[in-house]
């Protein structure tokens, strides 16, 4: 009897320790693979997108330039590292933290707001990933107006969203993205200077 409960507890305590293996580290260093509630970085920003009230919405297109789709969201080839940090801030040395990507860009004014979801690699680290956005995004020579906000929004353990823009965009993505988004918090928010 004794040995059939030791050996129950083991059993218990075995199947308990490895399923707290799999799960995310919210410090941003990660050790087992992410999981996610998402399947890919269009999902994300689809799922913030649709959270949006009526009077919130603008005109947007997403995409890379080959594959652009208006009024929604859309797939972003990653293999156009040069279009990635040109449009949408993400330095060409983090391409290769990346396995997929996701972009949105305000229709008439990129600096009006500009948005991507990255489906971060499991040893890509979200911190260094958020400051090397951060610095490239920091560091760009705007033309045609300059935006106020930029924030670095994690998602779920796996994706990483970047936006910048005019001020009350930006509080109204980074809101409805916090709310709409499983296990979303934010990594980094800047005025744009």
């Known amino acids: 009897m004794k040995k059939t409960t030791a050996l129950l507890l083991m059993a218990v305590m075995i199947f308990t320790l490895s399923a707290c293996g799999s799960k995310p580290d919210v410090s941003g260093t990660e050790t087992e693979s992410r999981e996610s509630a998402y399947t890919q970085s269009l999902d994300v920003l689809n799922e913030v997108f649709k959270s949006y009230k009526e009077d919130e919405r603008f005109a947007i297109y997403g995409g890379n330039q080959e594959n652009a789709v208006e009024d929604a969201p859309g797939k972003f080839d990653i293999s156009k590292t040069e279009e990635l940090e040109n449009v949408l801030g993400l330095p060409g040395e983090q391409v290769s933290g990346i396995d997929d990507a996701a972009s949105v860009v305000h229709m008439m004014n990129g600096n009006t707001f500009t948005g991507a979801a990255y489906h971060l690699k499991d040893s890509t680290d ?27 929004i ?8 970047t936006a910048y823009g005019e001020k009350g965009i930006m509080e109204t993505f980074k809101n409805n993205a916090l709310t709409a988004l499983s296990g979303a918090q934010v990594v980094t928010e800047a005025p744009v200077a």
């Open 126 to 152: 979200v911190n260094i990933f958020a400051d090397a956005v951060k610095s490239c995004i920091l560091a760009k020579q705007w033309v045609c107006g300059q935006p106020d906000t930029l924030i670095i």
């Open 154 to 161: 994690q998602v779920d353990g796996g994706y990483v969203i």
